[in-house]
């Protein structure tokens, strides 16, 4: 048994955290930009996070 059972578990997470750091591959934020374009014939297009194709109307 550790004499400090506290540091030694503390030592262990930091080790694993370094472990899944090591791996990590992307840090996903939940918040993504998507640029999109249209023509200027294409009326009532919504801007939202995901385009929607509905209330689009060509002049």
């Known amino acids: 048994m550790p004499r ?3 540091r ?5 997470s930091s ?7 090591d791996f990590l591959p992307v840090i996903l934020t ?7 374009a249209w023509r200027r ?3 009532g ?6 385009l929607v194709f ?3 109307e060509k002049r």
Do not use: K
């Not at 030694?8 to 262990?12: F, K, L, M, Q, T």
């Not at 080790?15 to 750091?21: H, I």
């Open 4 to 6: 400090n059972p506290t």
């Open 8 to 12: 030694h578990a503390a030592r262990r």
């Open 15 to 21: 080790r694993s955290w370094r472990a899944l750091w």
């Open 30 to 36: 939940g918040n993504y930009y998507s640029p999109f």
């Open 41 to 43: 014939e294409l009326s």
């Open 45 to 50: 297009v919504i801007r939202s996070a995901p």
């Open 54 to 56: 509905w209330n689009i």
